[in-house]
């Protein structure tokens, strides 16, 4: 081979090189996305998530925006838009209304864990005013009733099932008006709030049910509201009604990324949750790790949500 052809070699290779460069580099977005879903103080959220946009932005060489939503639907839509990018707490419910619209938009990336009893789930329950005379479902017999959110697994779509098996009805006729209303106030912590505030008599909520009661169990709503500014809630509240054991949350990435962008939001992810845990812990909203999951363990909320979507 002579000089030339060796050196007109060289030169196409590097040339080919610098395109694939050049192409993984078009292919390195600027911007990541990530959803949280409302229903939370705004601010609370923002600020427990900072610390994620921190190691996103430092990882991947990317400006993570918080996109922090008024309700559920938002980060669903998003989600299905290619608005979002990666959820790392996502309802079962609003990941099934995900997987119903398009079971190719997202993937699943793992399930919360809890780190001291490597439990996978979580429980709707309904809660009182602790000096109120309420001790069962039966005793709100014609009083108010709050739920959280329509894509809601506990505030909604579990306890929905279950008061349509006890009261029969819907939502829209307050359970053969067994309540003397039902309303959706939006989220977890407005559930908590109305009844504390004498709007709800009732309303439901989630908890682990791991861990100590008087911190708000391990993981769930009562835990957020007491680290923002309701110490005692536990005092002031009891809980009447609790569901069976509901799949914790999946974390989900968009397929809509550039598939090796997408593998590096994965692995940085994960990253997060090995080298600075405390940062998942809190943006998690409970003491949980990433555990491994699919769709399967999803497939009975899928179903549901599937059941209830075909039954409006």
């Known amino acids: 081979m002579n000089k030339h052809m060796t050196s007109a070699l060289r030169f196409s290779a590097m040339m080919a090189g610098l395109l694939v460069a050049g192409q993984a580099a078009a292919d390195q977005p600027k911007e990541l996305n990530l959803g949280i879903l409302g229903g939370q103080n705004a601010t609370q959220q923002i600020g427990d998530n900072q610390c994620v946009k921190d190691f996103l932005d430092k990882e991947l060489s990317v400006d993570t925006k918080l996109r922090n939503s008024s309700d559920y639907s938002g980060v669903i839509q998003g989600l299905l838009g290619g608005k979002v990018d990666v959820v790392l707490s996502m309802s079962p419910s609003s990941y099934a209304s995900v997987y119903i619209n398009n079971p190719k938009a997202v993937d699943i990336v793992g399930i919360a864990v809890d780190d001291k009893d490597q439990s996978r789930g979580y429980h709707s329950v309904v809660i009182v005013k602790a000096d109120s005379p309420y001790k069962t479902?039966?005793?709100?017999k014609g009083k108010s009733f709050g739920m959280a959110d329509p894509d809601s697994t506990s505030g909604f779509l579990i306890p929905?099932?279950?008061?349509?098996?006890k009261f029969g009805g819907t939502t829209d006729n307050k359970y053969n008006?067994?309540?003397s209303s039902v309303t959706f106030s939006g989220g977890h912590e407005q559930d908590i709030l109305g009844v504390l505030n004498g709007q709800f008599a009732?309303?439901?909520t989630w908890a682990s049910?791991?861990?100590d009661y008087n911190d708000g169990y391990s993981a769930g709503a009562f835990n957020r509201l007491i680290r923002m500014d309701h110490p005692d809630?536990?005092?002031n509240i009891r809980i009447i009604w609790q569901s069976p054991l509901i799949p914790n949350g999946p974390i989900l990435v968009s397929n809509s990324l550039p598939p090796e962008f997408k593998a590096k939001v994965v692995d940085a992810v994960k990253k997060l949750d090995k080298e600075d845990h405390a940062c998942f812990i809190k943006a998690m909203g409970g003491t949980q790790h990433i555990g491994p999951a699919s769709?399967?363990?999803?497939?009975?909320?899928?179903?549901?949500?599937?059941?209830?979507?075909n039954a409006r």
């Open 177 to 179: 008006n067994f309540f």
């Open 233 to 235: 809630l536990m005092k």
């Open 137 to 140: 479902l039966d005793d709100l």
């Open 160 to 165: 929905n099932q279950a008061f349509k098996k």
């Open 209 to 211: 049910m791991v861990g």
């Open 295 to 309: 769709v399967a363990d999803f497939q009975q909320i899928i179903d549901m949500k599937r059941e209830l979507v």
């Open 202 to 204: 009732g309303a439901v």
